[in-house]
């Protein structure tokens, strides 16, 4: 039975409410039949079953909806404070009339338990509904009891303990005879646990483990529609991320606490990448904590681009709700939803990295008006051709404005310590000053600076290895932190012919005009030459955050988060 009448909320489903015009068109057709008011068997509806599955298999589209996620820390509040505090959240989301329209609901990483804390989770295969269950924590038995009351599937981040040793884990225990894994757990409409992952490329995350090899985590959906889920850091590894892609899953949960870095890595631009170039939907969702660099929420459909995506100058909690196309109806509607971005001065709030880009092969754009500029970079044999159209503000003096570099580069970087991997790239990005190592540096909240670039078309084209260790994506950002959407632009890959192994041209236009450009790019991660960073870290390592963020811009957060 497909008719809803979703838009009334569990805790309020005798108090009656005015649903909406699409509940009111499912509630339609059985009462017109059985000539009923439509409200009484609404209401009688809601007294068998409190919600009704939203989508089916033959529906070209699902309704998802992902969680920006951010909880004020107490000076003093215990580990188990806190947790009771977020799982209080959390649950409040699940239950709110915001998320009546969702057929699947996805929580950020990082933001509900601790260590000490921690939840036995139950195996997938056993089929267990934790709801109600004692040996389950509170954090896995609520949570269940809520996507059975709602009849939603949930996918949540947590620290999960687990006995050890497992079967076929050789490694020394801890002296407490627990692991410690950052894990989704995944339920679905009656609170089963019907997939578990347990994060496998860590990045400095005290005191947790990793599995001995990278698991493939997947789950089906009674709306057709099966997922696969990984977490933050994963995505920037060939396993299990890209794998999930290769097994043909075409819709994924991003679970993520990311710190953006400029000029390639901030969360929203490279999540509308990995969805693009993979031709996926991507559930993104993020902690929220802008002044230690996390933030990033999004839906992304593919060539489609972003559905909806946000990036926060200010810590949020809120569930943002999309229509998500089939990838089995590709003549499905694409539904927007614009979102209000930060300004460049609120953005500037928001703590950003800054890449290794200091080795990058170089060439300054010239501050020459209405140009049209042909040029390549070359790092050693790798080369990038670019073609640009542009025009340049005159009377400049005395005033800030971002300048930029045409940049080439073919060789490894390291992700803050905790792993390294090579990075192949043909980019423009933007500099703050002339000097060089003002490039990937915004202007401050209080620094005036005029647009003074404008580019109405530009082409970059470089040949790229093709081969499953090589993975490359389109990769833009402007000023407010966000992508482009995908219609100013065109990518293109196409065989190389003649060469020893096989490569290909791939080609990144941008088709209008803008004055806001940060960054665009062609960008490439090359796998070969580095081990995973889950193979290097089994036990887990000292924050990364006391590294990458000072004191005093992470407000005492530090010792209570993890980074991706």
């Not at 509904?129 to 949570?143: F, K």
């Not at 580069?409 to 003002?438: H, K, L, M, V, W």
């Not at 003649?498 to 796998?527: C, E, M, Q």
Request: glycine share 6%.
């Amino acid at each position: 039975m497909t008719t809803s009448c979703h838009q009334f909320p569990i805790d309020q489903q005798l108090k009656r409410r005015s649903p909406s015009p699409r509940s009111r068109a499912r509630c339609a057709h059985p009462y017109a039949a059985m000539n009923k008011p439509p409200v009484l068997f609404c209401i009688l509806l809601l007294l068998v079953a409190p919600s009704i599955q939203i989508s089916t298999p033959g529906d070209p589209h699902y309704w998802a909806g992902v969680v920006e996620f951010s909880s004020d820390r107490v000076d003093g509040e215990t580990a188990e404070t806190s947790t009771t505090n977020r799982l209080a959240q959390y649950l409040s989301i699940i239950n709110s009339p915001e998320a009546d329209a969702t057929d699947v609901l996805a929580f950020p990483e990082g933001t509900l338990n601790r260590v000490a804390t921690a939840s036995f989770v139950p195996h997938p295969k056993d089929a267990i509904a934790p709801c109600n269950i004692l040996e389950y924590e509170p954090v896995i038995r609520d949570i269940s009891c809520a996507a059975r009351n709602r009849k939603k599937y949930v996918v949540i981040n947590l620290t999960e303990k687990a006995r050890c040793p497992e079967a076929g884990d050789v490694r020394p225990c801890s002296a407490d005879g627990l692991y410690h894994f950052n894990t989704n757990v995944a339920f679905d409409r009656e609170g089963v646990v019907v997939s578990r992952y347990r994060k496998f490329n860590l990045f400095g995350e005290a005191g947790i483990n990793t599995t001995v090899y990278p698991e493939m985590a997947s789950f089906e959906t009674d709306f057709g529609v099966k997922f696969g889920h990984f977490i933050c850091f994963d995505l920037m590894f060939n396993e299990p991320a890209l794998e999930l892609v290769r097994l043909g899953i075409t819709d994924f949960i991003f679970p993520t606490m990311w710190f953006s870095e400029l000029p390639f890595l901030t969360a929203a631009q490279i999540q509308q990448g990995w969805a693009f170039s993979n031709n996926v939907n991507l559930l993104a969702a993020g902690a929220s904590f802008p002044g230690v660099g996390s933030t990033g929420t999004g839906i992304y459909s593919g060539r489609h681009g972003e559905l909806t995506t946000v990036m926060n100058h200010e810590p949020q909690t809120k569930l943002y709700v999309a229509q998500v196309p089939k990838m089995t109806f590709p003549n499905a509607a694409i539904n927007k939803i614009p979102q209000t971005k930060g300004t460049p001065a609120q953005m500037a709030k928001l703590y950003l990295k800054r890449d290794q880009i200091d080795k990058y092969a170089t060439k300054d754009l010239p501050m020459t008006s209405n140009a049209l500029l042909q040029d390549t970079v070359c790092y050693e044999s790798h080369c990038c051709n670019f073609t640009i159209n542009y025009s340049v503000k005159p009377n400049l003096q005395n005033t800030n404005y971002y300048r930029y570099k045409l940049v080439a580069y073919d060789a490894g970087r390291t992700f803050d310590g905790f792993a390294d991997g090579q990075i192949t790239t043909c980019a423009i990005f933007a500099c703050s000053s002339a000097n060089y190592t003002d490039c990937s540096r915004r202007f401050s909240a209080t620094e005036a600076y005029d647009e003074a670039v404008t580019f109405n078309t530009i082409t970059i084209q470089a040949k790229f290895a093709n081969n499953d260790e090589t993975f490359v994506l389109p990769n833009n950002v402007d000023t407010s932190i966000v992508p482009f959407d995908v219609s100013e632009t065109e990518y293109t890959v196409v065989p190389s012919v003649g060469d020893p192994t096989p490569h290909n041209i791939v080609t990144y236009k941008l088709t209008r005009a803008h004055s806001d450009l940060y960054t665009f790019a062609i960008w490439a991660r090359k796998f070969e030459q580095y081990a995973s960073a889950g193979a290097a870290n089994p036990v887990g390592l000292f924050s990364a955050l006391v590294l990458i963020v000072s004191a005093a811009a992470m407000g005492g957060l530090a010792k209570n988060l993890w980074q991706c």
